[in-house]
């Protein structure tokens, strides 16, 4: 079969290898989507330190079940699934607490930019899934991203009426403001390229802002908000460290910031702790999802309430997933696809 695998920064090459075989309790799927993430232009562009190339390439992926290892229960060859990238333990001190996306032995799943991908027995027992024909494999493939603004808009306190500023309109930050909106919220979204903010537009929030230029973001947001006392909430899907910096400043007294994109290894965040303590201001980190958030975004998904056109623009063939990318990464489009026979 054709993969993908990373051989280093910016060396994607596309390879024959064995098609893999499969264990007890494991799943062998005909992949027929795989979609480009913000996570696989990162690693793109400057690697992965976790990681040691070569490595398979990619996480998000649907297709159809081509072979069941011995002890599968509910899933049947022909099947067509969704399927997650990790699954946690439910053993460790974290998963016990609850805090499944902390999970110190969290089964990951690499590997989607292929043929055919072998799916780990702890992801075919929590987050795989069985579809009906009423959903898409294009849509079906956005289930692992969408899981994680579930969970990152969960651990928001959004209140009818709130306004609740995006910074950042890339596929996590326009489905946060998507959620943000159908929570009733007054979503205001900002960005530096106009064909996302105009796709924010589509999905209801209130006011979109091009920082193009902007000396001052901050000010900009406060003069949208009344007295300019700041946002209820700010959730920060950029993963630039002076934007984590600039989502604290935006928020008003007693405000709530989400911090959700992932930043350049090393980064440090600088803040006045003064405005922390004296304004009482609540920052949360929020890493990845979980399965009940998972199992969530599915559901979501069946309901429509985002679209797989609205996210993916073009569709390549595997020996184009270079081209892919590089599209992905100008930010000319929000995702784009991988299709297979």
């Not at 069941?68 to 997650?84: I, L, N, P, S, W």
Request: proline share 5%.
């Amino acid at each position: 079969m054709l993969a993908a695998m990373l051989y280093g920064v910016e060396d994607i090459r596309i390879m024959e290898v064995p098609v893999p075989e499969i264990g007890p309790g494991e799943v062998l799927i005909q992949n027929k989507i795989s979609t480009t993430c913000g996570t696989d232009v990162k690693n793109f562009k400057r690697g992965y330190p976790l990681l040691k190339p070569p490595h398979p390439y990619g996480h998000e992926f649907s297709g159809v079940i081509a072979a069941v290892g011995k002890d599968v229960k509910g899933f049947h060859e022909g099947d067509r699934v969704a399927v997650h990238n990790t699954a946690p333990c439910n053993e460790c001190y974290y998963c016990k607490k609850g805090l499944y996306s902390m999970c110190s032995n969290m089964t990951f799943n690499r590997g989607s930019y292929a043929e055919y991908v072998k799916v780990p027995e702890p992801i075919v027992r929590q987050n795989m899934f069985v579809l009906d024909n009423s959903v898409s494999h294009k849509t079906a493939s956005l289930m692992e991203p969408f899981s994680c603004a579930v969970y990152g808009i969960e651990n928001c306190p959004v209140h009818l009426g709130d306004t609740v500023v995006v910074n950042g309109a890339g596929p996590i930050g326009l489905m946060f403001a998507r959620l943000a909106v159908l929570k009733g919220a007054k979503v205001i979204v900002t960005d530096m390229m106009e064909n996302r903010l105009k796709l924010a537009e589509k999905m209801g929030v209130w006011k979109t802002c091009n920082l193009t230029g902007v000396e001052n973001p901050v000010e900009v947001i406060r003069e949208l908000t009344d007295e300019k006392r700041g946002a209820d909430i700010v959730i920060e899907a950029t993963g630039l460290i002076d934007v984590w910096k600039t989502s604290v400043q935006m928020v008003r007294k007693g405000g709530f910031v989400l911090l959700f994109g992932g930043t350049k290894s090393g980064s440090e965040l600088t803040v006045d702790a003064t405005l922390l303590h004296y304004s009482q201001i609540t920052v949360k980190g929020v890493f990845h999802t979980t399965p009940r958030h998972v199992m969530t975004a599915l559901e979501l998904l069946k309901m429509g309430v985002i679209l797989s056109e609205d996210y993916i623009q073009n569709e390549y063939r595997l020996p184009d997933l270079e081209k892919a990318i590089r599209e992905h990464a100008s930010g000319s489009v929000i995702k784009n696809c991988i299709v297979y026979d």
